[in-house]
């Protein structure tokens, strides 16, 4: 890998680590606090009032170093774009909850409208760079139908985006996942030829990294859906442009298992009257059997590592 590769990701880190202070003390300043759910982990109810929104960090860092270092990559510009989108839907989302104090935010209507308009663009943008090739994990390059990639593609960008989001629930566990991620992302568009998103991956990663200097437990600041929104679209729209769609199951098991977690748990309730689960997403099922916070971040990161490494084996042998 070119060193050079690096060098937005070291950027973007130094620059969440120096505006963090000041833009968590302004967040706290304006009171824009994070109301936790009564009926969690009741070891979450102290977290009340933790500035949130903090999301804004990454998305800055990386829009600044990407139009100073990689301002000429067309495919990088696109990403950029669906991860500042989306979270600008989440900073919507956030703003509404918060300082409106409108329980559930953005319509969920409205939420998945833009959603899906902001994933057809990333899609449809791709479709022009890589065609309608996919990645089969053990079999290789196919060639799919229009009429099954881009419904495909969208519902990748869109899933992931909400998988991302309902990861975010434990301090530094969606952030510390996401730059796992990011890093297997970037040698994965190396290997398909889009070094500016490998760049992209990089810079990403390097923002989340220092935005979980402020995020670790016990948090200074969450990223609220500013932040997870966006870099669940992030991962999907890189998955899209490299068509790695079916190795982000792989690498991205952890945003996966979370949201299969949910759809169980509601499922089962439903259909039996009866829960799975102590509690969903899956974090708060292990906190309640007696784990401790950093333990499972921890156990997810690690797992989340291991899976990624398992995606980058089965992607190189091939």
Request: net charge positive; with cysteine; aromatic share 10%.
């Amino acid at each position: 890998m070119d060193v050079d590769l690096i060098l937005p990701g070291i950027f973007a880190f130094s620059l969440v680590i120096v505006a963090g202070k000041p833009v968590i003390a302004l967040l706290r300043r304006l009171k824009f606090g994070q109301s936790v759910r009564s009926d969690g982990p009741q070891a979450h109810l102290k977290k009340s009032g933790t500035p949130t929104m903090g999301g804004v960090l990454i998305l800055l860092a990386a829009a600044i170093v990407t139009l100073t270092t990689n301002a000429q990559d067309v495919p990088a510009l696109v990403v950029l774009l669906a991860l500042l989108g989306y979270g600008a839907v989440g900073l919507l989302d956030d703003f509404l909850i918060v300082v409106r104090r409108r329980s559930l935010g953005l319509k969920a209507r409205y939420k998945l409208l833009f959603q899906v308009f902001l994933a057809l663009i990333v899609s449809l943008a791709a479709l022009s760079f890589k065609g309608t090739t996919i990645q089969v994990p053990l079999v290789g390059s196919v060639d799919v139908p229009l009429w099954i990639h881009l419904p495909l593609s969208v519902f990748i960008i869109v899933g992931s985006s909400n998988a991302v989001n309902l990861t975010d629930g434990l301090d530094g566990l969606a952030a510390g996942s996401v730059t796992i991620v990011a890093l297997a992302q970037a040698l994965l568009a190396i290997a398909t030829g889009f070094t500016g998103l490998a760049v992209l991956a990089v810079t990403v990663a390097g923002a989340c990294l220092g935005f979980v200097w402020y995020n670790a437990p016990p948090a200074q600041v969450f990223m609220g859906d500013t932040g997870s929104l966006a870099l669940g679209a992030f991962v999907g729209s890189m998955a899209v442009f490299t068509g790695t769609e079916l190795y982000l199951a792989i690498i991205g098991v952890v945003f996966v298992a979370e949201t299969l977690s949910v759809m169980i748990q509601v499922l089962s309730f439903r259909l039996r009257g009866k829960r799975v689960f102590k509690m969903a997403p899956l974090h708060h099922h292990y906190e309640l059997t007696g784990l401790a916070e950093t333990k499972v971040v921890a156990r997810f990161w690690l797992v989340c590592l291991f899976f990624s490494l398992v995606g980058l084996y089965i992607f190189y042998r091939l």
